[in-house]
């Protein structure tokens, strides 16, 4: 049993702390997602919190076939569309935003289409790197700045782990549609992380 | 993307960057792969940005953050309102 089945587990008993536990592992990234759907602040607040008690009231109808992860944000992400809808922004997945070109700066390589200097590296290197938390706290802050889409796709599969099959059913899209915003989305992830300072925002 | 389609000529690095998701993926077919995993094996800037790549999609695996403690009040006391007569503690 995982650690996370024993944490339902415990929720079915009514038991707080594993709520809290979840609450720890999960708000981040269902505000993050839902920030892609939905306008306003208080929105986003809404159908947080509605699907958290969802969560709570439909624990005991969950029966497991799915992950628990996938289950649950399945439940936001037809809530946020919902709401989106009546709010008026919906962000469409079938139109892909900032599609054209590539998704590195073309700048960085020279006409023959090599690197003009070899990139340089994310500090992960044991010697140099940052602190993990200080990296991780950093890759929050890019990962917010990505574009709606490129944000929802790049907290699915990466930071919460659904697989590609998931996501595209998730979120209507095709696994090639998919895969381009992952891959503009890491990649831009990666830009911003190795910007010096402030100056890259959209 | 691909602009020769008789010879599989060797990829620039500007080619190669492109392709990482899909390699990571596993969806390049064969010959693109041993394209991508020739050009891999002979250049450090790309050696560099792949493992970096690889190193960033695990570390974002291992956020986590504490929730903020506004909502947690918030929710906790939603939660104890639904289940109250039900189960005592949550």
């Known amino acids: ?202 | 993307m691909r602009l020769f389609s008789r010879k599989a000529s060797p990829l620039v690095c500007r080619q190669f960057v492109e392709l990482v998701t899909d390699y990571l993926e596993e969806r390049l077919p064969a010959r693109e792969r041993a394209r991508f995993e020739a050009h891999l094996a002979e250049c450090d800037g790309c050696a560099g940005y792949l493992e970096d790549m690889r190193a960033m999609i695990a570390t974002m695996g291992s956020i986590t953050a504490p929730a903020d403690p506004h909502t947690r009040e918030a929710l906790m006391r939603a939660v104890r309102d639904l289940r109250g007569g039900e189960h005592g503690d949550v």
């Open chain 1, 1 to 202: 049993m995982s650690e996370e089945d024993v944490l339902l587990q415990r929720l079915r008993a009514g038991d707080q702390a594993a709520f809290e536990a979840l609450l720890d592992r999960y708000d981040a990234p269902l505000r993050r997602v839902a920030r892609s759907f939905l306008r306003t602040p208080t929105a986003v607040e809404e159908v947080v919190q509605e699907t958290w008690l969802a969560v709570v009231t439909g624990i005991d109808g969950f029966e497991g076939r799915s992950m628990f992860r996938t289950w649950l944000f399945r439940i936001l992400v037809n809530r946020a569309r919902s709401r989106s809808v009546r709010d008026a922004r919906l962000i469409t997945f079938s139109a892909l935003e900032g599609d054209e070109g590539p998704a590195v700066d073309p700048n960085a390589f020279g006409e023959d289409g090599r690197w003009r200097s070899a990139p340089a590296r994310l500090e992960f290197d044991p010697e140099t790197r940052l602190l993990q938390d200080e990296l991780r706290s950093e890759l929050v802050g890019a990962i917010e700045s990505l574009p709606d889409q490129q944000r929802v796709v790049v907290t699915l599969r990466d930071v919460v782990g659904l697989s590609a099959e998931e996501v595209c059913e998730m979120l209507d899209i095709t696994e090639v549609n998919q895969r381009v915003l992952l891959h503009r989305g890491r990649a831009r992830t990666r830009a911003v992380l190795r910007a010096p300072l402030p100056e890259v925002r959209r």
